[in-house]
């Protein structure tokens, strides 16, 4: 005869998705790229800082215009290749 065993309950691991502040290991995506500045040939935000008679339209008003590196955290200091995105202003 054959006796069947219940299965022993499974646990469930829960991993904390808080990052603690001595977990962060280099810079973050905005850090590595801080040192960028706006150049000539940005069109988009030039265009939009210069509509409505040089007041700005609502994205240049409202939003920053910021670098990201996108090889964070390799770049630890001044990425050289970021891209330009338009975030919330903090």
Sequence with gaps: SSSTH???PREKHEM???IEEDDVIGPTI?????????????????????????????V???LA???VCNCAPVCRKGCRN?????????
């Design 16 to 18: 904390s998705t808080e």
């Design 82 to 90: 970021p891209y330009w995105m338009w975030t919330k202003k903090k």
């Design 6 to 8: 219940p299965r022993a």
């Design 65 to 67: 215009y910021l670098p």
């Design 30 to 58: 905005w850090e590595a790229a801080a040192e960028e500045e706006i150049q000539e040939n940005f069109w988009e935000y030039h265009c939009r800082k210069n509509r409505n008679e040089g007041k700005g339209d609502a």
């Design 60 to 62: 240049f008003n409202n």
